[in-house]
C-alpha cells in the first residue's frame, strides 16, 4: 500500500537551497523520490515523493517514512527559503506552498487523509505556521482553490503578472485548521490535503497580453463555463510567452488531448499560435513502477 506525496515548495533558482531541500529527502532511504520538476520562472520546485503506509489489525493507519520525510523537507525549507525575498511568475502562499498526499497501489484515501492530518498538526505546532486542509483531509471536502481564493492567492502584485514578497494580510481572516492565525512573513501558509489523483498539464502559447490569456484559461476552466472537471490559470512564462496551467480533477474523463484541442481552437480566434502541452509529472502507474525498481536496485 502506497502513498504519493506531492510536495511544492517556492524556489527554484537558489541551489544551495534546492541541495539542502533534495538531502533532507533523501534522509529516509524508504521514502523514495521518484521525480522532480522545477520551473526558474515560476521559481516552484515539486518534489514527488513515495512510499509505504502500515496499517494495524483493525485495518487502520498506524506508520508510514514519509511522516518523517516531509517534515524533514518542510525544516529544511523554511531554514533555506524566505518568502519576503522571493518572487516568481506562479502564485504561491508560503514557502512550503502545497502538500498533495494520493493513494497509490492498494492505499486508500483514507489512508492518505490519515497521514495529510498527521503532517499537518505536525507542521502547524513544531513550525508555527499557519495551514488549511483540503479535499479528503478536511471533514466538508472543501476545495484547495476556495481557500486559495479567500487568501487572495490568485492576485499578482508586481508587475501584474508576478507574485513577490508576502502580499496578503499578516493577520488571516479565517482560522486556520492548525498553526496560528497570524502569518509569519518569511514562511507564509501552508495548505495540505489528500485525494484521488490529479494531472498537471501546461499549454504554451505565443502570448503577451495578460487580458487575452486569462480570457482562454477563464474558457477552458469548468468555472468558466468550459471544460468539466477542469481547472485552469494563465501564467506568463518569458517575454513573448505564457502557460494555460491545467489541473484535470478526473483525467479519465477529460483528458489532456481535449484540453489541448480547446485551447488550440480558443487560441486560433485570437490569432494566435499554441504549443504542445506538457506533463509535469509521470501516471500514476509509471509512478508505482519507478518506486518499485528504485527500492529493488537498492536492496541490491
Known amino acids: 500500500m502506497l502513498i504519493c506525496c506531492m510536495l511544492f515548495i517556492s524556489e527554484a533558482r537558489n541551489c544551495a537551497a534546492l541541495d539542502l531541500i533534495e538531502r533532507a529527502a533523501r534522509i529516509d532511504p524508504e521514502s523514495v523520490i521518484v521525480n522532480k520538476f522545477e520551473d526558474r520562472v515560476y521559481n516552484r520546485i515539486r518534489f514527488t515523493i513515495v512510499s509505504y503506509v502500515v496499517v494495524d489489525t483493525t485495518g487502520s493507519p498506524i506508520y508510514s517514512p514519509l511522516h518523517q520525510t516531509v517534515l524533514a523537507i518542510v525544516e529544511a525549507a523554511y531554514g533555506a527559503i524566505n518568502l519576503e525575498l522571493h518572487s516568481g511568475a506562479h502564485p504561491r502562499l508560503g514557502v512550503v506552498d502545497d502538500i498533495a498526499f494520493h493513494p497509490l497501489a492498494e492505499a486508500s484515501l483514507d489512508e492518505a ?13 513544531r513550525f508555527q505556521v ?9 471533514p466538508t471536502g472543501r476545495a484547495p482553490d476556495t481557500i486559495r481564493r479567500e487568501l487572495g492567492y490568485y492576485r499578482p502584485n508586481f508587475m501584474g503578472s508576478q507574485w513577490a514578497g508576502w502580499n496578503i494580510p499578516e493577520i488571516l481572516p479565517e482560522n486556520p485548521d492548525h498553526g496560528p492565525s497570524h502569518v509569519s512573513r518569511t514562511r507564509g501558509v501552508t495548505l495540505i490535503g489528500a485525494r484521488s489523483w490529479v494531472t498537471l498539464y501546461n499549454i504554451p502559447i505565443m502570448c503577451t497580453d495578460v487580458s487575452t490569456a486569462r480570457r ?9 463555463g468550459g471544460l468539466p472537471t477542469v481547472q485552469s490559470l494563465a501564467l506568463f512564462h518569458g517575454d513573448d ?6 489541473m484535470l480533477l478526473e483525467p479519465n ?3 489532456a488531448d481535449r484540453v ?7 487560441a486560433a480566434q485570437e490569432g494566435l499560435d499554441v504549443e504542445k502541452g506538457y506533463f509535469t509529472d509521470f501516471s500514476p502507474e509509471m509512478i508505482v513502477q519507478k518506486y518499485m525498481n528504485l527500492i529493488s536496485s537498492r536492496r541490491d
Open 113 to 125: 487523509a490519515w497521514l495529510a492530518k498527521a503532517v499537518a498538526a505536525d507542521i502547524g505546532s
Open 130 to 138: 499557519p495551514v488549511f486542509l483540503y479535499a479528503a483531509a478536511h
Open 216 to 224: 482562454i484559461a477563464r474558457m477552458i476552466s469548468a468555472r468558466g
Open 241 to 246: 510567452s505564457a502557460e494555460i496551467a491545467c
Open 253 to 255: 474523463r477529460i483528458g
Open 260 to 266: 489541448q484541442a480547446q485551447v488550440e481552437m480558443l
